[in-house]
């Protein structure tokens, strides 16, 4: 890397006040023609970009954005990073991203702060314990570190959760993944963003894509706000539009694009040093490294793409919240907002070629993309280098819909949908 | 958040309804001679529309019946309500 980043770099740079640094990656003008066009620039997009033109060689690559880089919901998320999925394909899937995670500061040369705090899942119900002891157990077959604790364990991992019998949904118990835990989202992006851009890969922002151009069964090019662009490979990773880019291509998803939304507090000392979500009562909590409460809410029912939700959700949420932890009762809220996420009906992501040739979809992400990142960008990578899927996200491809194979995570996840 | 009107009872908010998705899908009428492509067109293929979609909707928390609804989904304006079986008003 030309410019890496040391400590002896952030010393040099003091001196000239730090307004020398180069920029992490250039604002080119599109080319005529690329070899393969990622759509979206968010976190899933780049780590695409950058893992093409890393183990695929392919160096004559876009990414395009029609905002800013990890300015859709890589930068709305919060942050939870795990891979205590159920069924062997998501665990394959979301355990073999986590494993890039553990690396991923290094091998980019970029602090992505991740963090293996632990998430614990808490249990209120006789079912919830069921089916969280269910899914500890196929979490150590797949090899996923997993462990269940009873209502004393879970009090003493995080004291500050009121463990009474006497509320109304009571905490029977919980699952922990010591492995898991919250990363730097922005850097995320950031980090990919740079490695792309060093190795050659064209990140072009600001720039939206109008139409998909297609000679009958195959792919020639995007029409975007900066003109046409000629490709014969085209990785759209769109999120909540993903079904709009489907639509330009003559395309139908199984897809729904709804809000969800999260919120923060005002920035307080230390208080949560982990990552707890409850499924039953839709609440999951964290504490950002600046202080902050980061909390996520549930999806609105309705297909929106306001990038809004509803007041309703919210106060749920924090319903839940303040019942678990009375300690936050006299919290402000500081910021909340919403992203559009494409949800799949069996909650689980397609990562898929499509009946057109040239033409890749890595969407249905749903409410939980963000763990997925790493990986996500690795095996989608290889389906369009190779136009064929890697062994891990073969059971993610989009005929499952035709088939009936489907990868059914809906509640199963460890977290409502 | 936004205000619905109810064709049966007014206006209500949404948090009382329930969303059924995009409107006028045909069920299919011959189900025993549908391939597996038209099954997944039928129960999973979406439009998924940003702007003018055509949906269905319930009043679970009102008169519990079913309507239809014209909605721009990029700012959540409603157009129109129109109970079912009706033509939708807008094209």
């Known amino acids: 890397m030309k410019n890496k980043y040391s400590i002896f770099s952030l010393i040099k740079n003091a001196f000239s006040y730090h307004e020398n640094w180069e920029k992490a990656w250039k604002d080119p003008i599109p080319k005529k023609e690329y070899d393969a066009i990622i759509i979206g620039g968010g976190g899933h997009g780049l780590a695409t970009a950058y893992y093409l033109a890393k183990k695929h060689k392919m160096k004559n690559i876009a990414v395009v954005e029609k905002g800013w880089i990890g300015g859709g919901n890589t930068g709305r998320n919060t942050t939870i990073i795990r891979s205590n999925y159920l069924w062997d394909a998501s665990a394959g899937l979301y355990d073999h991203a986590l494993k890039i995670w553990e690396g991923l500061s290094q091998e980019l040369n970029y602090n992505v702060m991740f963090s293996q705090r632990g998430v614990m899942n808490l249990a209120h119900n006789l079912q919830d314990v069921r089916d969280l002891k269910r899914r500890t157990h196929a979490n150590r077959l797949n090899g996923i570190d997993a462990v269940y604790l009873n209502t004393q364990e879970v009090k003493k991992f995080c004291p500050i959760i009121n463990t009474s019998p006497d509320i109304r949904y009571p905490v029977l118990g919980g699952t922990l993944q010591r492995r898991a835990g919250t990363a730097r989202h922005d850097a995320v992006a950031w980090g990919y963003a740079r490695g792309a851009d060093e190795m050659g890969v064209d990140i072009i922002q600001n720039c939206e894509v109008k139409g998909i151009k297609r000679n009958g069964d195959k792919v020639e090019g995007i029409e975007t706000t900066k003109g046409f662009i000629k490709t014969n490979k085209i990785g759209v990773v769109a999120a909540g539009h993903s079904s709009v880019i489907a639509n330009m291509a003559g395309l139908k998803l199984p897809l729904e694009s709804k809000p969800l939304q999260a919120l923060v507090s005002e920035p307080v000392k230390p208080i949560i040093d982990t990552v707890v979500m409850s499924n039953a009562v839709h609440a999951y909590v964290s504490q950002s490294d600046k202080g902050e409460l980061v909390i996520g809410a549930g999806t609105d029912d309705y297909i929106s793409y306001s990038q809004k939700g509803s007041h309703d959700i919210v106060e749920g949420t924090l319903n839940a919240i303040l019942e678990l932890y009375p300690i936050f009762s006299r919290m402000r809220m500081l910021r909340q907002w919403g992203g559009i996420v494409d949800i799949c009906p069996d909650a689980s992501p397609i990562i898929s070629k499509t009946s057109i040739k040239g033409l890749y979809f890595n969407c249905g992400w749903g409410t939980g993309g963000f763990k997925a990142t790493p990986g996500s960008g690795d095996l989608f990578a290889h389906t369009i280098a190779n136009d064929e899927p890697h062994k891990l996200n073969a059971a993610f491809n989009i005929n499952r819909f035709i088939s009936g194979d489907l990868v059914d995570e809906h509640g199963a996840a460890a977290v409502a949908h | ?91």
């Open chain 2, 1 to 91: 958040m936004f205000i619905i009107h109810c064709p049966f009872c007014g206006e209500r908010e949404q948090s009382e309804f329930k969303s059924g998705g995009e409107a006028h899908i045909v069920r299919p009428r011959q189900p025993t001679e549908l391939s597996d492509d038209e099954w997944a067109e039928y129960l999973f293929m979406r439009k998924n529309i940003k702007g003018i979609q055509f949906e269905r909707w319930n009043h679970a928390h009102g008169c519990r019946k079913w309507f239809n609804m014209v909605r721009d989904t990029s700012n959540d304006e409603i157009k129109a309500v129109y109970k079912m079986g009706e033509k939708p008003p807008i094209k």
